[in-house]
């Protein structure tokens, strides 16, 4: 068996023994790459980036008597926190929705964050 046919038998094992989780995070990490998007463990602060993956969860947050919707965006190396403020609901923006979003990439509580993102819902896969 040649190198290629070894890396490949490699591979199948590892997803094969892979938990769960191991497994989403990667496929999360695959279509985040095909949409275009940076890792999110690779921001950088105070950057502009383009970020893909799948919002985990949104809640309406008020921050210094503003409503703010926030988001959880997931991309399988991590999550960054999407804020959008004066906003109490965006059409489309929910749990398990698949997004790309663009802007400049800050802090929130210590963990990556983008504010008032331009925003693309992206079409769910068949494949």
């Known amino acids: ?3 290629e046919g070894k890396s490949r038998l490699r591979a199948a094992l590892a997803r094969f023994t892979a938990s769960q989780h191991e497994v989403h995070a990667e496929q999360e990490q695959e279509r985040a790459a095909q949409l275009g998007g ?3 463990v690779e921001l950088a602060q105070r950057r502009p980036a383009t ?3 799948t919002l985990r969860s949104v809640t309406l947050r008020p921050r210094a ?3 703010a919707l926030e988001a ?3 991309d399988g190396s991590g999550h960054l926190s999407l804020v959008w403020l004066g906003r109490r609901h965006i059409a489309g923006i929910e749990p398990g929705r698949r ?3 663009h802007g400049m990439v800050t802090q929130s509580d ?3 964050a983008i504010y008032n993102p331009r925003y693309e819902l992206v079409a769910k896969s068949h494949g």
Do not use: D, K
Request: hydrophobic share 35%; with cysteine; aromatic share 4%.
């Open 38 to 40: 940076t890792p999110i």
């Open 1 to 3: 068996m040649g190198h």
């Open 72 to 74: 959880e965006l997931y």
């Open 110 to 112: 210590g963990e990556p």
């Open 99 to 101: 997004v790309r979003v």
């Open 51 to 53: 970020v893909c993956g």
């Open 65 to 67: 008597g503003v409503p």
